[in-house]
């Protein structure tokens, strides 16, 4: 026993994946635990509600910076990192103002959207500028190998967001749910960022004109393709959050949303960190010009392994699990995970597929993918919707479509990974 935990402590890429899954899961714990409190503190509406507007802060805050964050990563000059995170930061704090103004100049067609909540409309570039800067500031984390910081900021940035957003219901009567979580994260940026100024990983000397072209011109692909790629996958996640609001209504949002959340926790945890050091590992194992195909069959392979006990609980018995956790009212979240339990299992094992692509080079490959699942996904819905109006039709189509979409996906990255 005493030589396999050292065995372990040796293994440093399985340390560092712990770390960060430490954090991870004390945050996902946090979440689930208060899950129940605020399922009985909110109504399935005011969920879609607050699932709308994340949704669509995500999505922007995905590509805030054209993906050049996701680019920090691979140069092999910490100088070039450098100057790719204030690039990123550049163009981040230029789409806020970008949205700020698209905001301003269609405000009736916005507000109706979010059913007439002003506050709403206003906090969405507040929420693109911080999950935009959190998500950059998470990539030069990861590079610089501060596991630990990303770790603690993400148990400080849960424990922050499930308190606001139950006191502020329970003790003022207030929908708290938007609020809550834009300050959590708020703090969780703060926290990163006086980090990297104590270990001083932030030069201003690495702040140059010259450095900042070349670096955009090297990374180009970036913009050009992953973040349209980019875009269309977060889009086609969310189609269900963005479409079912108006096909349907704003609780159906509301039961998905719960759903997704519960679901989404043992990828975030798990899969979600996996991801994080896969592709500090394999970005520098394809830089020595060594093969990635060891280390992601044995990355997704374990994956796989890990979701097999999870998947067959749900099938079984999802819908009486959601009843127990979160009441009587919340029924539908349970059918709903019984129904998309496989597109979870495909969320949980593609990780390191995913961030092939980009250490590959294969942007434009990974941008042809996404545009062809979007539209099949789309199809599915209003499919289902226009021939039987049927919720569970509409979303078993969208689940269908993203199984065959990555089952391709997963093949073709694999191949490639192979031949080198």
Do not use: C
């Amino acid at each position: 026993m005493r030589k396999r935990l050292e065995g372990l402590r040796a293994n440093r890429y399985l340390v560092q994946i712990a770390t960060l899954m430490s954090g991870t899961l004390m945050a996902q714990v946090i979440m689930l635990a208060f899950i129940p409190i605020l399922t009985r503190l909110y109504t399935p509406s005011e969920f879609g509600l607050y699932s709308l507007f994340l949704a669509i802060a995500s999505m922007v805050g995905m590509i805030s910076s054209w993906r050049y964050d996701q680019a920090i990563m691979l140069p092999k000059s910490d100088r070039d990192a450098q100057a790719l995170l204030f690039l990123s930061m550049i163009i981040t704090l230029g789409m806020v103002v970008l949205m700020g103004l698209v905001l301003f100049l269609f405000h009736g067609f916005f507000l109706d959207y979010f059913q007439g909540v002003t506050y709403l409309l206003w906090l969405l570039p507040v929420a693109v500028m911080v999950l935009g800067m959190i998500q950059i500031f998470d990539a030069y984390s990861t590079r610089q190998q501060f596991y630990k910081k990303i770790a603690s900021t993400k148990v400080s940035a849960a424990g922050i967001s499930v308190s606001l957003q139950s006191l502020s219901r329970y003790g003022f009567n207030l929908d708290g749910l938007v609020v809550g979580k834009l300050l959590a994260e708020s703090v969780s940026l703060f926290l990163l960022v006086e980090f990297h100024l104590k270990k001083q990983t932030l030069q201003l000397r690495n702040f140059s004109k010259r450095r900042l072209q070349a670096n955009m011109k090297r990374h180009e692909d970036f913009p050009k393709y992953q973040s349209v790629a980019t875009l269309l996958n977060s889009f086609s996640q969310n189609i269900p959050i963005l479409l079912f609001s108006s096909l349907f209504s704003p609780a159906m949002v509301g039961f998905y949303t719960l759903t997704y959340r519960v679901m989404q926790a043992p990828v975030m945890l798990i899969a979600g960190t996996t991801r994080s050091v896969f592709y500090q590992k394999a970005s520098k194992l394809h830089a020595r010009g060594e093969s990635i195909y060891p280390l992601y069959k044995k990355t997704t392979l374990g994956l796989f392994k890990l979701f097999v006990l999870p998947f067959l609980v749900v099938i079984l018995f999802g819908k009486e699990l959601f009843v127990f956790a979160f009441g009587v009212q919340w029924e539908m979240s349970g059918v709903i995970a019984e129904v998309s339990i496989l597109m979870f299992f495909f969320s949980f094992i593609t990780p390191p597929s995913v961030v092939s692509f980009n250490i590959l080079n294969l942007q434009k490959v990974y941008l042809k993918f996404q545009v062809a699942v979007l539209l099949m996904r789309m199809v599915g819905i209003y499919g289902g919707y226009y021939f039987t109006h049927s919720y569970l039709i509409s979303l078993i189509a969208f689940v269908m479509v993203g199984v065959l979409h990555n089952i391709l996906f997963m093949g073709y990255i694999k191949d490639k990974i192979k031949k080198g």
